[in-house]
């Protein structure tokens, strides 16, 4: 069974930064992409972020390029979004999630985490 567990959320004033991490499980787990995603209350689900599992390949969403940066460390299953510059309307839970091919729509991802609050404060 796959498993993914976001960590590294919090409260940060605005202009701060965050690292979030995905550590991902799980005996078989080799997906094509990893990406990070995020829901505001009351708001859709936004994909933020793509990297595939080479980590040769990323994408940006417009909405947080320049501030957000996706990495992976090769050596271990984990994934990083680099958060810089926060906002208030960055406040959202932030959900890491696995998919077999490589896609930046959410109902395409197989596996995710259960979620990582941020909270960015004014």
């Known amino acids: 069974q796959v498993q993914l567990v976001e960590s590294g959320g919090g409260l940060v004033q605005a202009g701060g930064s965050l690292r979030l991490s995905c550590a991902a499980s799980?005996?078989?787990?080799?997906?094509?992409?990893m990406g990070w995603f995020r829901q505001a209350p009351g708001k859709e689900r936004e994909f933020l972020a793509v990297?595939?599992?080479?980590?040769?390949?990323?994408y940006i969403a417009d909405s947080v390029k320049g501030r957000f940066t996706i990495s992976r460390e090769i050596a271990k299953t984990t994934v990083y979004l680099q958060m810089s510059s926060l906002k208030p309307e960055d406040t959202a839970v932030y959900f890491c999630?696995?998919?077999?091919?490589?896609?930046?729509?959410?109902?395409?991802?197989?596996?995710w985490g259960q979620g990582t609050q941020v909270t960015v404060s004014s």
């Open positions: 990297i595939s599992w080479s980590g040769g390949w990323t």
């Open positions: 999630a696995a998919a077999q091919k490589w896609t930046y729509r959410g109902n395409e991802y197989d596996y």
């Open positions: 799980g005996r078989t787990f080799r997906p094509a992409a």
